[in-house]
Structures are given as C-alpha cells and as structure tokens.
C-alpha cells in the first residue's frame, strides 16, 4: 500500500520561513513526479511546484518562484518544499502528490497524481 505523508507546517509571520517534508513508502520506483499542492478557502487546489525525480523540469508557480525551492531525495523517496519569505497570501492547507502512473513528465493538473499525503497546514500572518 503506498502512503504519502507530509509535515512540517505551522503559524509564522510574514517573512518567515518553513520547511515541508513529504515521505513516500510502499513502492520502490523513483522516477516518478512529485509536487506540492495547496488549497486556501473557497479556492480550488493549485500545483505550487513539481519536480521529475529522474531528472526532468521543475516547475514553479509565479505565485512562489523566487521564494520557493522544490527538492528530492530519491534514495529515501523524499521531497520537501523551502519556503521563504512567506506572505499572508501563502495560508493554505500543503498538499504532497506523488503520479505513480508511469508517465515520464510531470503535470500539474490534479488529477494526474494519483496519490496524496493527509495535508498539513500552513499559516502566515501579518
């Protein structure tokens, strides 16, 4: 059974920062894509970032670029999201996906991924 879970939100001010961490378990492929939604209130699920573990594009949202980096560890099925200088407009709830179907590049429609962690929250004030 493959389980996504991520961790590492919390309550920060603006201008702060945050580390994400998502581990992935129950499979043993790595060349996959990996991303990091979010979801605020009464807005639909947005990609902020993506990443092909085995080498392809990575893909920022304009919202983030400049502030947030997408990394991953293939060797520990790992991915994480540094985020920086966070803004009030970045309080959402923290999606980790993971597209095990195979494909060999990465999109950001949110139905292609076919596994998600729980979600953890993030919230910045001002």
């Known amino acids: 059974q493959v389980q996504l879970m991520d961790s590492g939100g919390g309550s920060v001010q603006a201008g702060g920062s945050l580390r994400l961490s998502c581990t992935a378990s129950g499979y043993t492929y790595r060349r996959h894509c990996m991303g990091w939604f979010r979801q605020a209130p009464g807005k639909e699920r947005e990609a902020v970032a993506t990443i092909y573990t085995g080498g392809g594009s990575i893909y920022y949202a304009d919202s983030v670029k400049g502030r947030f980096t997408i990394s991953h560890d293939s060797a520990k099925n790992m991915v994480y999201l540094e985020m920086n200088s966070l803004k009030p407009e970045d309080t959402a709830t923290y999606y980790c996906?993971?597209?095990?179907?195979?494909?060999?590049?990465?999109?950001?429609?949110?139905?292609?991924?076919?596994?998600w962690g729980q979600g953890t929250q993030v919230t910045v004030s001002s």
């Open positions: 996906a993971a597209d095990l179907s195979g494909r060999h590049f990465c999109s950001v429609t949110t139905r292609t991924f076919t596994n």
